[in-house]
């Protein structure tokens, strides 16, 4: 299956700080990359559709100003929470999707990174 | 509105077969998918149905109804690795994934 990575795995920040995700997809073009939180024993939350080179989409309810989210190439997306507050406090994970073209697996799946804990004290 | 149900925890026992339901109401289907996440860690790809029937991928099946808006991933010849969370997700007209709550499995020796 498609490799996708996440930095960092884990990590605990101080409150009004900001915090950068980076998401890579490491074997293939990921032209559209999807950012999701989870808290503990509940489902996925899709927070925002990051583009390459396009302004991300954002799911209502998701502060675009606090989230900000850049797809500057086909294999790296990045999350910042900015001035992040403890209720931030989550389980991160990106996604990104395979291009057409490709042999393993339907056009449309999700390949997930490792996740990312934030604490935000 | 967008539904999608699944059992919230099943019990099964190692060396068995455990089937999990996932029942949905979209707008629109474009297939439905189903991982597998153990705690602490992302989800995995387990299958892919956008026609009826059964696609079989070793010791995991996964059959879906487009009429009944129903599908069920099988797992075989259970093992202690396969307690997990199995989410299932239906992508609608939009290509948007809709998701599931998860079904938390425990296997018991």
């Known amino acids: 299956g498609a490799v996708v990575s996440q930095h960092p795995s884990r990590v605990i920040c101080k409150s009004g700080t900001s915090v950068k995700i980076e998401c890579r997809s490491l074997d293939f073009q990921a032209t559209t990359m999807f950012w999701y939180r989870q808290f503990p024993k509940k489902s996925l939350m899709l927070m925002a559709t990051?583009?390459?080179?396009?302004?991300?989409?954002?799911e209502q309810g998701v502060e675009k100003d606090k989230f900000l989210i850049n797809h500057a190439s086909l294999t790296l997306s990045t999350l910042t929470v900015t001035s992040a507050h403890p209720e931030d406090s989550s389980f991160y994970i990106c996604?990104?999707?395979?291009?057409?073209?490709?042999?393993?697996?339907?056009?449309?799946?999700?390949?997930f990174g490792p996740g990312t804990r934030l604490l935000v004290l | 509105g967008q539904n999608i149900d699944q059992p919230t925890e099943m019990t099964a026992t190692e060396g068995a077969i455990v089937q999990i339901n996932c029942t949905y109401q979209t707008s629109g289907f474009n297939g439905l998918f189903w991982y597998q996440q153990h705690a602490g860690e992302a989800p995995t790809f387990l299958s892919y149905?956008?026609l009826d029937g059964l696609e079989e991928k070793g010791r995991f099946s996964s059959f879906l109804s487009r009429s009944k808006g129903y599908s069920y991933l099988l797992l075989k010849e259970l093992q202690m690795k396969d307690s997990a969370s199995y989410l299932c997700?239906?992508?609608?007209?939009?290509?948007?994934?809709?998701w599931g709550a998860g079904t938390k499995l425990i296997i018991k020796p």
């Open positions: 149905n956008v």
């Open positions: 990051s583009n390459e080179g396009s302004k991300a989409t954002y």
């Open positions: 997700a239906v992508m609608d007209s939009n290509y948007q994934l809709i």
């Open positions: 996604s990104a999707r395979r291009p057409p073209g490709q042999r393993e697996g339907p056009q449309e799946t999700q390949y």
